[in-house]
């Protein structure tokens, strides 16, 4: 003998003819929905930069150099080590001297000028960007003076990402440059078009708070409350 | 054939005593006694719990050598519950209860005895022939209305239709002053031997029939678009005669839930740049739970996410991306004038399931046929999306699915509120308010998908011990 206490649900709910159980089965037509849904992307090519850093190498070749005349005595060997770990040190643990830099030698080596200052400038950087391909940056000035390429040019934009058919690119750069005429002034390093800002950005002595919208369930009018009393009907 | 009554009477019959079929001859006095007995609130009778003592004499009866025989049956007929009462004569009126085809029933699965006592008299008879005569002592109560009930649709006749439904209620406040109602009451209602038959061990109603037929009245004043139903409970009793019910009903927070939702939560964070100082750009994540009643298409769990997600992203159009060559303080660069949150994007997606059954009210409907145009993002979207995932909820945990995306969002700290969409829309991710409550209405009242109907025909009162081998 089986107890059940509880009707079939077709009978429970009238429903007669049906093979769709009551309460179990959803209906749904199978069709495709979602055609004509679309999400948005930064498709406008100003808001695409997704990361970007570039900034300035400047490497300096003096034009000096230091002669080097042959020893007069022999001395013990300079070393920058203020302790040792092999064999390791008693005090080692409390040693604070920092890097020897006491030499145990007693000379004067000889500097000539052999050249002018010798500037070389390094654009370097990569940026990701959606849909887009970077585009290579260059230098025509840098120091107040003109910037000629040197012999050294590198750069490169590959795809890193597949945002739905959007290409996600990621470029490097690596461009050397020289100058004939010696820079005159300091250079401001390029802006970073990712963070929307350049190095030269005016500041100011504050910042904005975010500015806020209504809730979603505000009115454009103060509501009517009555938290006070409540009102008794009269019988 | 055993004789059925107490004996011949010796003095003038004026009145009558009758139970089951057995008859109190004119020795035997009687007194009643009646209580009212209040329903569950205490604010009317829901019937009277009469009581009738009688004392009778039980003598030979013809051709008998004895009363052993008549005791054995009288004994089995004035021991049962739910026979024919028949007190007359007596100055209460002429009281027939549970006559077959009668108008006056017992209500609660009475008359029942409650006393059956014998008391023998005098010396037995020669030999042994066993006791000549004794007096019987008994009991019985019955529960009958004193208004003359109605005849029920699904009852027998006579059977009135409920004798009480009432409720409690309370409303509690939790510590984020949400409230939170509960309304607990009880509906009985009168069941005896089905039209008096006492062989009858069949049930053709429980009170579990008027579950939804009184319970949805109050499911009825449920407003979805401020609460949400919770828990309910309904509990019929062992006599089936009573159902015992209670609603529990929590405030719904500002956000409200998407359409045939039984359940969502979620999460949208947003983040500056990570990896150094920086108030910009950020990154937004978005992340739900849902429970789609079960007797819908898990696929709205999707309508719901994808429509809240792009609403969302959409919002990015108020955001303000400075320019490299301005020098001005980009903190000065103003928020533009605020489009406001735009055109809800409702749910494109449910215009896929307009051919799902119509459990959604009208309002659904409509709803569903001003999305079914193609919704491009409009114009100054500066958005896109960087990942997405989701997690279905397997076995046991089937009911949920999960939804997770990001998008990156290259706008000043000035303008990221507005830009992200927070605490927009009004109405969740597709509708929401009475859209929501439309579409759960049908299951925040006495029943769910499944109705669980307690079937009747599956009751029978079996005596174990209590009845006939």
């Known amino acids: 003998m089986v107890f059940r206490f509880f009707q079939d649900e077709n009978k429970a709910q009238g429903i007669t003819g049906s093979q769709v159980q009551a309460g179990i089965s959803n209906a749904d037509d199978g069709r495709i929905i979602e055609k004509g849904i679309t999400l948005p992307w930064l498709f406008n090519p100003r808001y695409s930069w997704m990361a970007y850093q570039c900034w300035i190498e400047c490497h300096l070749d003096s034009g000096m150099v230091l002669h080097k005349p042959l020893p007069q005595s022999n001395p013990e060997p300079d070393t920058l080590a203020s302790g040792f770990v092999s064999p390791l040190d008693n005090d080692f643990e409390s040693n604070v001297a920092g890097v020897n830099l006491k030499s145990t030698g007693n000379y004067t080596d000889v500097v000539q000028r052999m050249a002018n200052s010798d500037y070389r400038f390094v654009l370097k950087g990569y940026g990701m960007r959606a849909g887009y391909q970077i585009p290579i940056p260059g230098l025509k000035s840098v120091g107040g003076v003109d910037a000629v390429p040197d012999e050294r040019q590198f750069g490169q934009n590959t795809i890193v990402g597949n945002c739905s058919g959007i290409p996600i690119w990621y470029a490097e750069w690596d461009l050397w440059y020289f100058v004939n005429l010696p820079p005159t002034k300091a250079q401001v390093p390029p802006p970073n078009v990712a963070l929307h800002i350049a190095g030269d950005q005016q500041l100011s002595p504050t910042i904005q708070a975010p500015y806020s919208q209504p809730d979603g369930n505000a009115v454009a009018a103060i509501p009517q409350t009555n938290l006070g009393p409540a009102v008794v009907p009269k019988p | 054939m055993a004789d059925t009554t107490t004996g011949f009477a010796v003095l003038p019959d004026i009145g009558l005593l009758e139970y089951n079929g057995a008859t109190f001859s004119s020795l035997f006095k009687t007194s009643v006694s009646g209580v009212q007995v209040p329903d569950a609130a205490g604010r009317t009778v829901k019937y009277v719990e009469w009581t009738i003592y009688a004392e009778g004499t039980v003598t030979l009866g013809s051709f008998q050598p004895n009363i052993s025989g ?119 209602i009168p069941l005896t031997r089905y039209q008096g038959n006492i062989a009858n061990r069949n ?85 739900a739970s849902y429970t789609i009643r079960k007797d819908e298409g898990r696929r709205y769990a999707w309508a719901a996410f994808v429509s809240l997600w792009k609403f969302r992203m959409e919002q990015s159009r108020n955001g303000v991306v400075p320019q490299e060559n301005k020098k001005a303080p980009q903190d000065q660069q103003p928020v533009p004038n605020l489009p ?86 009004k109405e969740g991710a597709i509708g929401g308010g009475k859209l929501w409550a439309s579409s759960v209405r049908d299951i925040s009242g006495a029943k769910s998908w499944l109705r669980n109907a307690l079937d009747p025909s599956q009751e029978v009162i079996v005596d174990f011990a209590g009845g006939q081998p």
């Open chain 2, 70 to 188: 008549q005791l054995a049956v009288l004994r089995r007929l004035l021991e049962q519950f739910g026979g024919t009462l028949t007190y007359k004569g007596k100055g209460l009126g002429n009281v027939v209860v549970n006559q077959p085809g009668g108008t006056l029933y017992d209500v609660a699965w009475g008359p029942k005895p409650k006393l059956l006592e014998f008391i023998p008299l005098g010396a037995g008879g020669p030999g042994s022939a066993g006791q000549l005569s004794a007096m019987v002592k008994w009991t019985v109560t019955t529960c009958i209305p004193e208004v003359p009930p109605q005849n029920s649709v699904n009852a027998g006749p006579g059977l009135g239709n409920v004798l009480q439904f009432n409720e409690e209620t309370g409303v509690s406040y939790d510590d984020e002053d949400y409230s939170t109602i509960t309304i607990r009451g009880t509906l009985e």
């Open chain 2, 203 to 287: 049930l053709v109603q429980t009170a579990d029939n008027y579950r939804s037929r009184y319970l949805e009245l109050v499911a009825d004043g449920f407003d979805l678009t401020r609460f949400r139903v919770t828990r309910r409970n309904f509990n019929v009793s062992r006599d089936k005669r009573t159902l015992e019910w209670d609603f529990v009903l929590e405030e719904l927070p500002p956000m409200g839930l998407p359409p045939l939702a039984t359940h969502a939560r979620g999460t949208m964070s947003a983040r500056s740049e990570a990896n150094s100082p920086a108030l910009m750009p950020y990154t937004i994540s978005l992340k």
């Open chain 2, 340 to 425: 406001g949150a735009g055109e809800v994007i409702a749910n494109p997606l449910a215009a896929g399931f307009k051919a799902t059954r119509a459990i959604q009210t009208a309002l659904l409907t409509s709803q569903i046929k001003a999305v079914q145009k193609n919704t491009p993002p409009p114009d100054g979207v500066i958005a896109i999306p960087m990942s997405f995932g989701f997690d279905e909820g397997l076995y046991l945990d089937s009911k949920v699915m999960t939804f997770e995306a990001t998008w990156f969002l290259p706008v000043t700290f000035t303008s990221i509120l507005v830009a992200s969409g927070v605490w927009l829309p």
